[in-house]
């Protein structure tokens, strides 16, 4: 497996329950600032191999997915409340690892 996708895969499964990451935040932290489309390729194809908590990775508009109204309900599950305009609050529920991977 590639560095990249193992850094990933690692920094996924370790965001806390009630934050999330944006999909450009997982890829720099994992070493490729420009790699946020890799990121969603990992997720869409590791995600159940490897159980990640999918759900708490968004865009960087604090937005869910188009038809996100299991990511929703699983982030509601955790304590993450949406706005009107049905975004995440990235000031208040966004995690930074001090970690680097």
């Not at 997915?65 to 955790?78: A, K, M, P, V």
Request: no cysteine; charged share 25%.
């Amino acid at each position: 497996m590639h560095p990249f996708t193992e850094n990933v895969i690692r920094i996924i499964k370790n965001i806390p329950v009630g934050t999330v990451m944006t999909y450009g935040q997982v890829a720099a932290v994992a070493g490729n600032p420009r790699g946020a489309r890799q990121v969603v390729r990992i997720l869409h194809t590791m995600s159940g191999k490897h159980q990640l908590p999918w759900h708490r990775v968004i865009n960087a508009k604090g937005e869910i997915s188009f038809t996100g109204s299991e990511q929703r309900d699983l982030l509601e599950l955790e304590g993450i409340v949406f706005s009107k305009k049905e975004r995440v609050d990235l000031s208040k529920y966004r995690w930074e690892p001090s970690n680097s991977y």
